[in-house]
């Protein structure tokens, strides 16, 4: 029994500048929060397969894509924060790095016998 699927991990959470809610209205209270998702093989990851950003409001709790928002500020501060922050995380390989080292091991040690 192979156990398989995705998840995904949290990239931290940073302040955005200035704009409002589109929801509630209120002023300076924008987060922006990455996700990176995943496929794993025994919950171990092997490789990414996607990313999600969303803009949070502290106030209302409304969680918003780039196409929700209306405030130029925030929409710049959105598209920098996805391009520079929301990095694909080195654990994410990690089975990956596994199975190469695995096979780099299998390989090799026949040739010390």
């Known amino acids: 029994m192979i156990i398989f699927g ?6 931290h959470p ?3 500048d200035g704009g409002y809610c589109p929801y509630c209205k209120t002023e300076n209270q924008m987060w922006i929060q990455g996700y990176r998702k995943y496929f ?6 092997l490789f990414p397969i996607g990313k ?9 709790k409304g969680a918003f894509e780039k196409h929700e928002l209306t405030s130029e500020k925030l929409i710049s501060s959105f598209e920098n924060f996805e391009k520079n ?10 089975g990956t ?4 080292l695995l096979i780099v091991l299998i390989t090799v040690l026949p040739f010390f016998n």
């Not at 995705?6 to 990239?11: L, N």
């Open 97 to 100: 790095i596994i199975f190469l």
């Open 14 to 16: 940073a302040k955005l």
């Open 6 to 11: 995705t998840s995904s991990s949290t990239i």
């Open 85 to 94: 922050e929301v990095r694909i995380p080195w654990y994410h390989f990690t």
């Open 52 to 60: 999600k950003v969303y803009a949070v409001c502290s106030h209302c």
């Open 40 to 45: 794993h093989v025994f919950w171990i990851p």
